[in-house]
């Protein structure tokens, strides 16, 4: 399963870097985090010793036991999924990065929790672009606000933005999505670095469209049971 997982890192970094060079950007621009929902702490550790050092988790309790059980590898934990006010307080300070901010009030939070921590809990704001039901995030006119609330907090450290495209089996119905919160983040906050767009399957076309973060899971873990 090792090697399984090995071999599955190397063609999505191939595919992301053949994606990158096509519009001549950089390879080492893009990172991987592994999306590891569901999946257990060996198969992680799989992962880590074929280079994967970012790591993505949904649930905030999942993560926790993960990497006490992973406390030996020099890993960095990212939350990708929804982070309820009532998880902040466990939240802060275990992920590195957050990147699903998607209200005014849960950054109010994160903020109130790091300052009593006494850290920097570095974040991205959650974009809702195509405005879907069901989906948490900023809508467009809302961002410039929450970028401004951002800035208001010390003991955040705002580095960009994150999105979920809808999905479409064609990967290339998400292009247009990418390229809205690239040309927004380019307009309203262009000294912030981070883009986390794409997955699995567009993946690819998240590159090319500026992604500097991609949340990958299947395509290293496999199919979820």
């Known amino acids: 399963m090792g090697t399984a997982i090995a071999l599955a890192l190397q063609v999505s970094g191939e595919r992301l870097a053949i994606a990158a060079r096509r519009i001549g950007r950089d390879p080492g621009e893009i990172s991987i985090v592994a999306v590891s929902k569901g999946v257990e702490a060996q198969r992680i550790r799989q992962a880590y010793a074929a280079g994967i050092r970012l790591v993505g988790e949904s649930r905030v309790q999942e993560s926790i036991a993960k990497a006490e059980q992973l406390k030996d590898l020099d890993l960095e934990w990212h939350l990708v999924g929804h982070l309820q006010t009532n998880k902040v307080s466990q939240a ?37 672009l195509a405005q879907e039901a069901g989906k948490h995030g900023f809508a467009l006119q809302e961002v410039a606000a929450a970028t401004s609330e951002a800035a208001n907090f010390a003991n955040i450290a705002l580095e960009g933005f994150m999105i979920l495209a809808p999905y479409d089996p064609d990967p290339e119905k998400a292009r247009p999505v990418f390229r809205s919160l690239k040309e927004l983040r380019d307009r309203l906050a262009p000294a912030l670095s981070t883009l986390s767009m794409g997955m699995t399957h567009d993946a690819q076309i998240a590159v090319e469209e500026g992604a500097t973060l991609v949340r990958i899971g299947t395509g290293i873990f496999g199919q979820r049971t």
């Not at 957050?98 to 929790?113: C, G, K, M, P, Y």
């Open 92 to 128: 802060v300070g275990h992920f590195a990065l957050i990147h699903s901010v998607d209200s005014v009030r849960l950054l109010q939070a994160i903020a109130r929790e790091a300052k009593r921590k006494g850290l920097r809990q570095r974040i991205l704001l959650q974009v809702n």
